[in-house]
T-cell receptor, first 113, second 115 residues
Framework: DGGITQSPKYLFRKEGQNVTLSCEQNLNHDAMYWYRQDPGQGLRLIYYSQIVNDFQKGDIAEGYSVSREKKESFPLTVTSAQKNPTAFYLCASSIDPLSLEQYFGPGTRLTVT | GENVEQHPSTLSVQEGDSAVIKCTYSDSASNYFPWYKQELGKGPQLIID?????GEKKDQRIAVTLNKTAKHFSLHITETQPEDSAVYFC??????????????FGQGTILTVHP
């Protein structure tokens, strides 16, 4: 089965703790993306990576960090500097950075109390 | 930057009726307009898209129309079924050459189809 997996589906953390969200794809896609989704809002881009060992900030990168050491993996760390981390986080990928079609994973719902 | 406005925020229809969701965009250079369907607790799924060189595209019960002059595009679902109930997102992107095609999303429309 080819696709994008995100784990876990639900994640709970205490305020002040860093937490890392997993995103893995076996589609052999070059580009990967992280979005944040809040109720009643569209998806907002956090970070994106066009190729291994390279990534750029999106519209709301503050308080987040990423790495892209392997083509198939693009983990997102939500740091304690993120002021409002509770949200639904979506990972996506596309064949290459110029491809307009993005495919999404099932998401991780993070709750920070 | 690009701004995408989506209306309505909620839409309720009876099974068998048609549903129309509209989006407007601000950047006249945008040339790719996808629509995503998101079911509860899942990631968005691409259901149809249109590029700026086309005015209309159909796929069975769904269609998308694009008016470049007015900078708006719409999703049309005919003969709605309860399984069409979901959140629908529009997006806009400009891509070509060596530029990265960032997607800017609308706010989403919650569609409910009553049996």
């Amino acid at each position: 089965d080819g696709g994008i997996t995100q784990s876990p589906k639900y994640l709970f953390r205490k305020e002040g703790q860093n937490v890392t969200l997993s995103c893995e794809q076996n589609l052999n896609h070059d580009a990967m993306y992280w979005y944040r989704q809040d109720p009643g809002q569209g998806l907002r881009l956090i970070y994106y990576s066009q190729i291994v060992n390279d990534f750029q900030k999106g519209d709301i990168a503050e308080g987040y960090s990423v790495s892209r050491e392997k083509k198939e993996s693009f983990p997102l760390t939500v740091t304690s500097a993120q002021k409002n981390p509770t949200a639904f986080y979506l990972c996506a990928s596309s064949i290459d950075p110029l491809s307009l079609e993005q495919y999404f994973g099932p998401g991780t719902r993070l709750t920070v109390t | 930057g690009e701004n995408v406005e989506q209306h309505p925020s909620t839409l309720s229809v009876q099974e068998g009726d048609s549903a129309v969701i509209k989006c407007t965009y601000s950047d006249s250079a945008s040339n790719y307009f996808p629509w995503y369907k998101q079911e509860l607790g899942k990631g968005p799924q691409l259901i149809i898209d249109i590029r700026s060189n086309v005015g209309e595209k159909k796929d069975q019960r769904i269609a998308v129309t694009l008016n470049k002059t007015a900078k708006h595009f719409s999703l049309h679902i005919t003969e709605t079924q309860p399984e069409d109930s979901a959140v629908y997102f529009c997006a806009a992107s400009k891509a070509g050459g060596t530029s990265y095609g960032k997607l800017t999303f609308g706010q989403g429309t919650i569609l409910t189809v009553h049996p």
